[in-house]
C-alpha cells in the first residue's frame, strides 16, 4: 500500500557525512506512518539504526548515536538520516521502512530498494 524512495547514498572517506532522504506515497489515506532506518552489510542480518515513533521520540543503535541524527519533515511521510563521522563499519545497504503508528502490529511493514553507502578508510 504504502511505496518508499531512498536517496542519497554514496561513496565517502572515513570522517566523511551523508544525508540520506526518504519519501513515503501510495497508501496512506490519512493514516499515521512511523518511520525509521535500517541497515543491512553482505554476510549479515539487518539491523535498526534509527526509529521515530509517533511522538516524534527518537531510538539509535548505540554504534551510531552522537554521528547519526534522524528527523521527519516537513511532512510526517518525509525521512532524513544525516550522517556525520563515517567509519568503514558504517559500510551498508541503508533502508528506509515504514509502518501504520496505530496499527496493532508493530514490525515494520513497507521497505524502499536500499541505497548503498560506502566508506574507505
Known amino acids: 500500500q504504502v511505496h518508499l524512495a531512498e536517496s542519497g547514498g554514496g561513496s565517502v572517506e572515513s570522517g566523511g557525512s551523508l544525508r540520506l532522504s526518504c519519501v513515503a506515497s501510495?497508501?496512506?489515506?490519512?493514516?499515521?506512518?512511523?518511520m525509521g532506518w535500517f541497515r543491512q552489510s553482505p554476510g549479515k542480518e539487518r539491523e535498526g539504526v534509527a526509529t521515530?515513533?509517533?511522538?516524534?521520540?527518537?531510538t539509535y543503535a548505540e554504534s551510531v548515536k552522537g554521528r547519526f541524527s534522524i528527523s521527519q519533515g516537513p511532512a510526517k511521510y518525509m525521512l532524513s538520516l544525516q550522517m556525520n563521522n563515517l567509519s568503514p563499519e558504517d559500510t551498508a545497504i541503508y533502508y528506509c521502512a515504514a509502518r501504520f503508528c496505530y496499527y496493532f502490529k508493530k514490525e515494520y511493514a513497507y521497505w524502499g530498494q536500499g541505497t548503498q553507502v560506502t566508506v574507505s578508510s
Open positions: 501510495g497508501g496512506i489515506y490519512g493514516g499515521t506512518l512511523c
Open positions: 521515530v515513533d509517533a511522538d516524534g521520540v527518537t
